[in-house]
């Protein structure tokens, strides 16, 4: 009796069936994640249990999980000297797991729950001001699909969702275009996927001048497909592969990236969206319209991402309110 008590204190039942850390897993990953998340997140919990979870406790009986075992993934993930926001997502995986665990009465309780959450560091968000930006943009325009890399300075959508784009989603004599998905790799394969979540289906205007842009590059569009005949696949893209299927966004990053090694600076391919951002923020464009512009699901995650302001603006709050004081 009282190792009954002890055990379903610590949250372990005595009567243990054989079934281990890593075999769980794999059921929870077939029986409940297959048929309740996208693909993406299913392979993104089947990589982080892979490399992560199960080479340290993959062996543990499932019901005699203890938070050391937890503290012992988490510690093996900071001694490999990776991020904490590595560190946090593996916590994550394995608090959703047990979680399952506890709803199908495998375990008493989530041993998760006792152990603090990595910290996940809030990325330094540096993106290039306008004159490197200018700069970048100009040495972009001698390389392969310039448009779609111009396409995220200027409208600070997601490259996937640029990789997504069809003819029949912009209207060019309106200057608006419409966000209904967005390109990403699923088991191997390029797939067009919803958005995010509902604020990222949007409705968003171009400027004029990326207009003019979009009308040159459909009329280039048009003459390359008459010249190489039926081996072009017309899927009413925007921007897409060599022969009309859906472009690899990986390719917008590495295109970007060579720009930037060739330039001498470091920006990441989503620098361009902050830098959207920013410049709009810095311009006094009202917050709501900033958040519908990039797809956030509130005005309150926009402000929390971008919540730093430049020198400039702290000069001109400052000012602002010693001009009021003394009126």
């Keep these: 009796m009282r190792e009954l008590l002890t055990s379903l204190d610590r949250g372990v039942p005595v009567d243990t069936g054989k079934e281990t850390v890593s075999e769980f897993i794999q059921r929870w990953l077939i029986d409940y994640v297959a048929h309740t998340t996208k693909p993406r997140t299913r392979e993104f919990y089947a990589m982080i249990n892979r490399l992560y979870i199960d080479p340290i406790i993959g062996q543990v009986n499932v019901q005699r999980l203890t938070p050391g075992d937890v503290q012992r993934v988490i510690g093996s993930v900071i001694e490999k000297g990776l991020s904490p926001t590595t560190a946090r997502r593996v916590y994550v995986t394995l608090h959703v797991a047990l979680a399952c665990a506890m709803k199908w009465g495998v375990v008493f309780r989530n041993v998760c729950d006792v152990i603090d959450a990595p910290r996940e560091a809030n990325p330094e968000i540096n993106p290039p001001d306008k004159p490197t930006l200018k700069e970048l943009l100009s040495l972009v325009m001698?390389?392969?699909?310039?448009?779609?890399?111009?396409?995220?300075?200027?409208?600070?959508?997601?490259?996937?969702?640029?990789?997504?784009?069809?003819?029949?989603?912009?209207?060019?004599?309106?200057?608006?275009?419409?966000?209904?998905?967005?390109?990403?790799?699923?088991?191997?394969?390029?797939?067009?996927?919803?958005?995010?979540?509902?604020?990222?289906?949007?409705?968003?205007?171009?400027?004029?001048?990326?207009?003019?842009?979009?009308?040159?590059?459909?009329?280039?569009?048009?003459?390359?497909?008459?010249?190489?005949?039926?081996?072009?696949?017309?899927?009413?893209?925007?921007?897409?592969?060599?022969?009309?299927?859906?472009?690899?966004?990986?390719?917008?990053?590495?295109?970007?990236?060579?720009?930037?090694?060739?330039?001498?600076?470091?920006?990441?391919?989503?620098?361009?969206?902050?830098?959207?951002?920013?410049?709009?923020?810095?311009?006094?464009?009202?917050?709501?319209t900033v958040q519908n512009r990039l797809g956030h699901s509130s005005p309150s995650l926009t402000m929390q991402v971008y919540a730093h302001v430049s020198p400039g603006m702290d000069k001109e709050a400052a000012e602002a309110y010693a001009n009021a004081m003394s009126e």
């Design 142 to 288: 001698v390389k392969p699909y310039v448009v779609a890399v111009r396409m995220l300075a200027y409208t600070g959508i997601r490259r996937g969702e640029v990789c997504a784009l069809r003819w029949d989603r912009l209207d060019l004599n309106k200057g608006t275009m419409s966000i209904v998905g967005a390109v990403s790799r699923q088991d191997g394969k390029l797939v067009i996927t919803e958005p995010k979540s509902k604020n990222s289906r949007r409705m968003i205007h171009m400027d004029d001048s990326t207009v003019a842009v979009l009308r040159r590059h459909r009329a280039e569009l048009a003459e390359f497909r008459l010249s190489v005949g039926g081996a072009y696949e017309d899927h009413g893209l925007v921007f897409a592969s060599p022969f009309g299927r859906l472009l690899d966004p990986d390719i917008l990053t590495k295109t970007w990236q060579q720009v930037c090694r060739e330039a001498g600076v470091k920006y990441r391919l989503h620098d361009l969206r902050h830098a959207h951002a920013t410049t709009l923020i810095e311009a006094g464009t009202h917050i709501k």
